[in-house]
């Protein structure tokens, strides 16, 4: 089990141990978020510190890995730019996992709003056909 006190770095350890109970084991919802890790790593281990990302490595993210949930940003540097400057909460220029992390959760619930949209929550919990168009 994950000690859910301990660091990003600690964690990540963990799951390259268990990464091959990982694969065979893991729930979807466990896999969707190694898959979250996994993918940040992709792109911060690109240049600069390892574990968090530039700029640069934050637009190849959203343009690569967010082609569809943020397709009107991809299109538009300035609003990339804008979306890292509000992320980037201590103003060193680079996003750690933890603030990048604060994007994941608006996307989780800009997803949900827009499944919603059509279905107004009720006795029959129904979502539409899909998020991010
Ligand atoms: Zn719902």
Redesign the pocket.
Known sequence: MLDLHCSHQTLCDSLALSKKMATKTSSLMERSITTVINTFHQHSRKEGNDDTLSKKEFKEMVKTDLATFLKKEKRNERLINDIFEDLDTNQDNQLSFEECMMLMAKLVFAC?EK??ENNP?GHD?S?GKGCGK
């Open positions: 949900h499944l919603h929550r919990h979502h």
